[in-house]
């Protein structure tokens, strides 16, 4: 039996999303910006798409959706573009983020502080979230730029996005999120939450890699990260990719549907708890964060004395996938940064693992799941140098 239990790296496409993106390969392939039928052909569904996109995240007519390549292209739009406009044109030099974001976002920020931005990063607690008040705590006059997940991609926390929403729309800073974790698994609406900027990739909930958009509600535009053609109103130069943004459309809609959300709460849910509870019966294992306020299909457990990669190798070899965290930082065997965000120890940030299911995970598959984590716990216990059972230490989370 294979279980793919690594959703929050990347999805499986739908089905149906693969069917509505097949005709626009070899059939109605023209270039979407050409004036002949070949490219007009492609139009209607890339229209009908956008008006799937807009609707899963509730975005105003007169607001932009830029089609890019996935939300690290998203995020780097943001960053750099207040980057242009608010710092180096402008008279701000601050930037406000968390210490949890993907590297996506702390990564272009540590960039733009070699160019001499000042950035704050927020420390969360240890549930591995911020308050709001702490956001608040931090604007001042040269504030250019507030971006806070939406929801943790390791741990699965939620933050507090709609009170930070208010309190930059009441401070006039313009506030971005990065969603990625967050579509089709929780409701998103950057009206009720006061967005200006929202990241978004098709892969996580279950279109096609290579596509992903960003949301920039009217009257925030920022200068391009892409010069050079007129596509996306100019907001993003390059040829669309016309099959993945069709996909990414309906994969949307399949997604942030009322059925897609409840079921997500309710099923994916009780199949993670399923399979988080059984682990958490063994001794001296821990949820990182915590089991409250995060998304329905994740939970990044510690399982002291056994290394992260240990784990994933030995349910690799009865062909169950899982991650240590973020893929992008899979290969190294740096300590989790989430996890030390945390105050984890040292031992403890290198014990992680996280599980994150979807839609197309069974009962069967996370049966066949717990007997082997349970097995595979047991083995590298019992052949760990360092690894002894002390009863006291038995905790079942942070
Ligand atoms: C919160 C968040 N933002 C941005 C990205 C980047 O998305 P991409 O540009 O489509 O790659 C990811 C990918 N996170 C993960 C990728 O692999 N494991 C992860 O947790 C993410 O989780």
């Not at 401070?171 to 999120?177: E, I, L, R, S, Y």
């Not at 967050?182 to 967005?195: E, L, Y």
């Not at 994740?298 to 349910?315: A, F, K, N, Y």
């Not at 740096?334 to 120890?345: H, L, R, Y």
């Amino acid at each position: 039996m294979e279980v793919y239990l690594d959703n929050n790296a990347t999805t499986k496409v739908d089905p149906e999303v693969f069917k509505a993106m097949e005709p626009f390969f070899c059939h109605i392939y023209g270039n979407p910006n050409s004036l002949h039928k070949f490219g007009a052909g492609t139009h209607p569904k890339m229209v009908e798409a956008l008006d799937y996109l807009y609707a899963g995240i509730n975005a105003a007519d007169q607001d932009d959706i830029i089609i890019t390549a996935n939300a690290t292209e998203s995020n780097n739009t943001v960053i750099k573009g207040i980057w242009v406009d608010k710092i180096l044109n402008g008279n701000k030099n601050h930037i406000i983020t968390s210490e949890v974001e993907h590297p996506s976002i702390t990564a272009v920020c540590k960039f733009l502080e070699t160019q001499g931005v000042s950035v704050t990063y927020l420390p969360v607690n240890e549930e591995g979230v911020l308050e709001a008040q702490q956001v608040a705590d931090y604007i001042k006059e040269e504030t250019a730029l507030v971006s806070i997940m939406w929801a943790n991609n390791e741990t699965g926390k939620l933050f507090p996005i709609k009170e930070i929403g208010q309190i930059c729309r009441d401070a006039g800073v313009p506030f971005h999120t990065d969603a990625t974790q967050a579509i089709g698994k929780i409701p998103v609406d950057v009206q009720a939450c006061n967005v200006n900027y929202l990241s978004f990739s098709a892969h996580k909930f279950h279109g096609p890699k290579g596509v992903g958009g960003l949301y920039v509600e009217k009257g925030f535009e920022l200068t391009p990260l892409l010069h050079g053609g007129e596509q996306m109103g100019g907001h993003r130069a390059g040829t669309v990719d016309v099959a993945s943004m069709i996909g990414m459309g309906v994969a949307m809609k399949l997604a942030t549907s009322p059925e897609a959300l409840a079921y997500e709460n309710t099923e994916v849910k009780r199949l993670r708890d399923k399979l988080e509870s059984a682990i958490l019966e063994i001794p001296e294992t821990i949820v990182i964060g915590g089991k409250e306020n995060r998304t329905p299909n994740t939970t990044l457990i510690s399982i002291r004395g056994v290394e992260g990669e240990s784990m994933l190798w030995d349910m690799n070899q009865k062909t169950i996938g899982a991650s240590t965290g973020s893929a992008c930082a899979s290969e190294d065997l740096e300590a989790n940064p989430v996890m030390n965000a945390f105050g984890s120890d040292s031992e403890l940030a290198h014990t992680g693992v996280r599980f994150s299911l979807s839609r197309f995970n069974t009962e069967e598959e996370i049966d066949y799941a717990i007997s082997v984590i349970k097995g595979a716990i047991a083995r590298l216990r019992s052949i760990s140098s360092s690894y002894a059972y002390t009863p006291k230490n038995h905790v079942s989370e942070l």
